[in-house]
């Protein structure tokens, strides 16, 4: 089983819709959530932490059911800018050490005009 | 925010030859330095976690004889790919630990011919 899973996608969704991403992470010890953001061919950027309680940063919220092991990200009034492979990402599961950190495969997101 | 280099950006190596990457955290110290390798269509896999004065933690199945980390300085860990073969080509990106926060270099591209 692998250790951070996502749809790879692609999601397909027009400029101005609303789309949500999940991933579910399988080690019931992982300390810190995050989503990524990585552009073709470029490093992953924080799009934003995530937290039990949600957090939300402008049209991005993010939610964390530790219970599920189940993160989400939903994106209201897309962008074409949005487009890119979204990373989730665990804190605390990688064996050598408590800081790496684990990638899932990414979700390809293309918002067409 | 913080800033983390790479260099070199891309290099072309010829099977058997030896290539040095290095990290950099531009504007912060770091003690903690990772080093993770991307291949096509793939995720972000942690290959070793690199602190500074001490020898890097390796995840499993990276051979820490043919990946040579030196955390010498705050700001400073190099990556040493020795022997490079075909199938050590990948993306290898370094990122550098700031409080909770992971910060990524731009990225080395490194293809053996």
């Known amino acids: 089983r692998k250790e951070v899973e996502q749809d790879p996608g692609p999601f397909n969704v027009p400029e101005g819709a609303t789309v949500a991403f999940n991933c579910t992470y399988s080690?019931?010890?992982?300390?810190?959530f995050f989503w990524y953001r990585q552009d073709c061919r470029k490093e992953p950027k924080l799009l934003m932490s995530v937290y039990s309680s949600g957090n939300e940063d402008g049209r991005f919220t993010a939610q964390l059911n530790r219970a599920s092991q189940y993160i989400s990200l939903l994106i209201r009034d897309s962008k074409l800018s949005d487009s890119a492979t979204y990373l989730c990402?665990?804190?605390?599961?990688?064996?050598?050490?408590?800081?790496?950190?684990?990638f899932g495969k990414g979700t390809h997101l293309i918002i067409q005009p | 925010g913080a800033v983390v280099s790479q260099h070199p950006s891309r290099v072309i190596c010829k099977s058997g030859t030896s290539v040095k990457i290095e990290c950099r955290s531009l504007d912060f110290q770091a003690t903690t330095m990772f080093w993770y390798r991307q291949f096509p269509k793939q995720s972000l896999m942690l290959m070793a976690t690199s602190n500074e004065g001490s020898k890097a933690t390796y995840e499993q199945g990276v051979e820490k004889d043919k990946f040579l980390i030196n955390h010498a300085s705050l700001t400073l860990s190099t990556l040493t790919v020795t022997s490079a073969h075909p199938e050590d080509s990948s993306f290898y990106i370094c990122s550098a630990r700031e409080g909770s926060e992971q910060y990524f270099g731009p990225g080395t591209r490194l293809t053996v011919t």
């Open positions: 080690n019931s010890a992982s300390q810190s």
């Open positions: 990402v665990v804190n605390g599961v990688a064996g050598g050490g408590a800081d790496g950190l684990t």
